[in-house]
């Protein structure tokens, strides 16, 4: 499985951003996908993450600013972000799974397959 992230780059607080990940050798109907972030210093954070029904899951911390969401026969995975903050530079990693079922709690042990990132810089 290659995973691999797009749509990276620098905009201004309170702008918007798409990413987009690209998947071989997976199928996003077969498990989950999700979204993490890794800030310098900080722990690796899931932000949102889907199930293979397309049920979405965010951390409160991301408050309604962030959607998941699939492509299946495009095989892409989309991170669209909205009223960017500082706070949300980072890089941002598209990561997969064989798992099933709702998706509780976004945590990296779960997945298998994770991208090369996509850096996500916010400027004030």
Known sequence: VQLKESG??????????????S????TFTRGYAAWFR?????EREG??????Q???TYPDSVGGRFTISK???KKTLYLDMTSLTPEDTAL????ASPMSGIIYYILAKDFTWWGQGTQVTVSS
Not at 8 to 20: E, H, I, K, P, T
């Open 8 to 21: 990276g780059g620098s905009v201004q607080a309170g702008g918007s951003l798409r990413l987009s990940c």
């Open 23 to 26: 998947a071989s050798g997976f």
């Open 38 to 42: 890794q800030a310098p210093g900080r």
């Open 47 to 52: 932000v949102a993450a889907i199930n293979a």
């Open 54 to 56: 397309g049920r979405p």
């Open 71 to 73: 492509d299946n026969d």
């Open 92 to 95: 941002y990693y598209c990561a």
